[in-house]
């Protein structure tokens, strides 16, 4: 497609539930991000894969958060036992290359945990 | 660590010209970044500079970069209601593995 996608747009669980959310990247886009955007804390990066490379996953908050890139391609983020402090819109970006490339961001999935 | 401040908001009337500005903290950042988000969209890349320059002029948008005092600002020409959103400032991180974002400047634009 022409730009990045993501699915669900929007997702309501319980918490305490396991959610996944996905990202399609750019065709031909070797790096790919997970931001967190929340009130208050503005826009958060959570984890940053290149390649094969082993992905910087220092912006995880806690070991409930989790994320693969499967073929180079198409990652998936997962919440294990989600808490209301998940609540929030995660956007995913991708880029040509790493290191200063320009990030093109898709439209998010807006995740509320009850 | 890495930090952007910007300030959280700004209200300006149709015509005028509107200033965002945004302090960053890593002077190694290749590039500076200004993105747009509009109500419930995601975020639109409006315009980058390349950290060895001073200035940028895209249309109605002029990017300023002054690398001593690490200050970005961005200038919208001729605002129109259309241009009202929250406005990003962001750096790379250190790694370059990630954009550290300032926390947005909510444009407010009134007719």
């Known amino acids: 497609g022409a730009g990045v996608s993501q699915s669900p747009s929007n997702k309501v669980t319980e918490k305490g539930k396991d959610v996944e959310l996905r990202c399609d990247p750019i065709?031909?886009?070797?790096?790919l991000y997970w931001y967190r955007q929340s009130l208050g804390q503005g826009l958060e990066f959570l984890i940053y894969?290149?390649?094969?490379?082993?992905?910087?996953k220092s912006g995880l908050p806690s070991d409930r958060f989790s994320a693969e890139r499967t073929g180079g391609s198409v990652s998936t983020l997962t919440i294990q036992r989600t808490q209301q402090e998940d609540s929030a819109v995660y956007l995913c970006?991708?880029?040509?290359?790493?290191?200063?490339?320009?990030?093109?961001f898709g439209p998010g999935t807006r995740l509320l945990v009850l | 660590g890495e930090d952007v401040e910007q300030s959280l908001f700004l209200s300006v009337r149709e015509g005028d010209s509107s200033v965002i500005n945004c302090t960053y903290t890593?002077?190694?950042?290749?590039?500076l970044y200004w993105y747009k988000q509009e109500p419930g969209a995601g975020l639109q890349l409006l315009t980058y500079i390349f950290s060895n320059m001073d200035m940028k002029q895209d249309q109605r948008l002029t990017v300023l970069l002054n690398k001593k005092d690490k200050h970005l600002s961005l200038r919208i020409a001729d605002t129109q209601t259309g241009d009202s959103a929250i406005y990003f400032c962001a750096e790379s991180n250190q790694a370059g593995t990630a954009l550290i974002f300032g926390k947005g400047t909510t444009l407010s634009v009134s007719s």
């Open positions: 065709s031909g886009h070797t790096a």
């Open positions: 894969f290149q390649g094969n490379s082993a992905p910087d």
């Open positions: 890593d002077s190694s950042s290749t590039y």
């Open positions: 970006a991708s880029s040509l290359a790493g290191l200063g490339e320009t990030q093109y």
